[in-house]
């Protein structure tokens, strides 16, 4: 499942991590790079719902009261690419909230 996280990151997390990786085919390489803005919450303060709704640029209101659940995502193959975020179950809203 490596190759498919690479070339189709679901979870905003992983999608901000892979953006913020320096390339060098770029045509400018002296880009800043992207970042993934805020702080990580202490392990003993997650927030409600999703643990990365306070930095995510996709989170809406079922984010910040349910917690997503653990997601097949996989082509064919049971629990082959998982993620827990409900823009899997909703993909419309892969817009980027203000």
């Known amino acids: 499942p490596t190759p498919e996280l690479f070339a189709r990151p679901l979870h905003p997390y992983t999608e901000g991590l892979l953006a913020s990786v320096p390339r060098l085919d770029t045509p400018h390489p002296r880009r800043r790079l ?3 803005p805020g702080q990580v919450p202490a392990a ?55």
């Open 44 to 98: 003993t303060a997650w927030p409600a719902g999703c643990r990365f709704h306070p930095r995510c640029p996709y989170a809406w209101d079922r984010c910040t009261v349910e917690e997503p659940p653990l997601l097949d995502a996989g082509k064919g193959e049971p629990a082959s690419h998982v993620v827990r975020c409900w823009l899997l179950a909703e993909p419309a809203r892969r817009t980027r909230q203000p």
């Open 34 to 36: 992207h970042s993934i």
